[in-house]
């Protein structure tokens, strides 16, 4: 039996609830089709947005929506997505399947969006092919309440008042789709850029994201930190000129030329995903040790704003527009992932998975005018009243490890464990194994439970929804579970992800 030991007096930081941030990219069905159709779709909507999606990211609690790329982000001119839409540039989309963007989707488009769903605005600007006077600029239109030619272009396309832009992401990947550039030459131009990103609102500071690494390439996180550190720092604090620095890491079993089908593997597959969502603490670890000896009182956030499964598109779809089935698997995987990033919450401020609808390790899935939930929305469902609540100290004790060969070991069971502001004790426990229970006790330091909520998921490793089966795999009600001696005893089944509530 696993004993699940928690000690809720010990707190170890505040969960940002942007570690349960989402990212939209101008990719495939994610903006057009997936989250926008149009005033004059059949579809139902309101200004545009559909409907049954915002409604279902709402009750999901979407904290921060990162747009509008991704490789799109350094190919896109924001000028050509503003004004009436009948006269917006139609541009090829080169980066994602060759399709025309007519640009009805632009930055009031966005804010609109962020609106209606109640978030937190990331949005993330060009370097790679972009100027620092159209960055200034946009930065301008958004934000800037008084009289400028930025700000007179905003209201005479017909929004008054400025917005509010909460992250500001100064170019993405710019060691790859962003402008393959070096860490100090990049490093240079987020400093030269990142100037020009001004706070009209000094009540409301913008936060600002320079670009960090992919996967493993410390040496870009040295680089870029070396560059951005040097002096002159302004008022003689060093700060990197930054408020946060990205991480980009995908899991894909089989490397990236061999993907491998999202819906079709065998259990060796399973533990090597796994293996490698696991991988992702040892990243946060190693990048945070980078960024400890920069900033060792973590004042700059470490910003996952990409991260999740990455398979092969399903048959017969466009290859550039990244769309996948999402399976129990994936479910685990987010589980596990975001666990992690709530252990690691003294660094991590953001995470956003990759994508939002219809790309990717998407929550939600469209045809046509039909939507549904995927098993991973149905996890963020489950982990949202981790967001804003204090992680504190927990761990397994007997977790053994399990898998199919000597690479692919990983422990059967991952969890994580906050206190949220009306005192719930917030557990989600994922269990690792395809076809194992796992009989769990789990004690308190001093709670004595009285008022226990649960919720969990499950289904084979195969398990998905489709358009004719939406509801294969679904967030139930858990009351198996029994108190005794304020130990709370429960079997985990295989292939799970469970939540609980306890006061
Ligand atoms: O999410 C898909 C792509 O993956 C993004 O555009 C890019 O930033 C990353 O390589």
Redesign the pocket.
């Known amino acids: 039996m696993a004993k699940i030991l928690i000690n809720e007096k010990n707190r170890k930081g505040h969960i940002n609830p942007e570690i349960y941030g989402h990212?939209s990219?101008h990719?495939g069905r994610c903006i057009y089709e997936g989250l926008y159709v149009g005033e004059d779709s059949d579809i139902p909507n309101v200004n545009g947005m559909r409907k049954d999606v915002v409604d279902a990211l709402k009750e999901m609690q979407i904290p921060v929506l990162r747009w509008p790329?991704?490789?799109?982000?350094d190919e896109y001119h924001w000028k050509d997505g503003i004004g009436p839409k009948e006269t917006r540039k139609k541009m090829v989309n080169t980066?994602?399947g060759g399709v025309v963007e007519d640009n009805s989707f632009g930055t009031h488009e966005f804010f609109e969006l962020c609106e209606q769903l109640g978030c937190k605005t990331y949005v993330n600007g060009n370097v790679g092919s972009g100027t620092v006077q159209e960055m200034s600029e946009w930065v301008e239109y958004m934000t800037f309440d008084g009289v400028s030619p930025m700000a007179e272009l905003r209201r005479k396309n017909g929004h008054e008042k400025p917005w509010k832009i909460d992250y500001f992401g100064v170019g993405?990947?710019n060691w790859?789709?962003?402008g393959s550039m070096t860490p100090e030459y990049y490093g240079n131009l987020y400093r030269r850029y990142q100037t020009y990103v001004r706070h009209y609102d000094h009540a409301a500071p913008i936060q600002k994201i320079c670009c960090g690494a992919?996967v493993a390439d410390y040496f870009w996180t040295e680089g870029v930190l070396k560059t951005c550190f040097e002096l002159p720092q302004p008022n003689n604090i060093p700060t990197g000129y930054m408020d946060g620095l990205s991480l980009?890491y995908?899991v894909h079993p089989g490397g990236w030329d061999n993907k491998g089908s999202a819906t079709e593997f065998d259990e060796a597959v399973w533990y090597k995903t796994m293996a490698k969502a696991l991988y992702m603490e040892e990243l946060i670890e190693r990048h945070g040790a980078i960024m400890d000896r920069y900033d060792p009182e973590k004042k700059i956030g470490m910003m996952v704003d990409?991260w999740g499964c990455?398979f092969d598109v399903e048959p017969g779809t466009n290859p550039g527009f990244?769309y996948q089935q999402n399976t129990m698997r994936d479910a685990v995987v987010a589980g596990v992932s975001m666990n992690i990033f709530n252990r690691h919450c003294d660094r991590v401020k953001m995470a956003c998975i990759?994508?939002m609808v219809n790309?990717?390790q998407s929550v939600i899935l469209t045809e046509g005018p039909k939507m549904i939930l995927t098993p991973t929305y149905h996890v963020f469902h489950m982990y949202r009243h981790h967001q804003d609540a204090e992680l504190v100290e927990s761990c397994i004790d007997g977790n053994r490890m399990i898998g199919t060969g000597a690479d692919n070991q990983v422990p059967f069971l991952n969890e994580s464990v906050s206190v949220d502001k009306d005192g719930y004790v917030n557990v989600t426990v994922a269990n690792l194994s395809t076809k194992e229970d796992a009989p769990v006790e789990m004690s308190f330091m001093e709670l004595m439970p009285k008022e226990i909520t649960a919720a969990v998921l499950k289904g084979e490793m195969h398990a998905h929804n489709t358009f004719d089966e939406p509801e294969n795999v679904k967030e139930e009600t858990f009351d198996a579970y029994e108190v005794k001696d304020g130990k709370v005893c429960f079997t985990a089944p295989a292939c799970s992800v469970i939540s609980f509530r306890v006061r």
Do not use: S, T
């Not at 790329?69 to 982000?73: N, R």
């Open positions: 990212f990219e990719l790329g991704g490789c799109f982000a980066h994602w993405n990947e790859g789709c962003g992919n980009h995908y990409e990455w990244l990759a994508q790309v990717l």
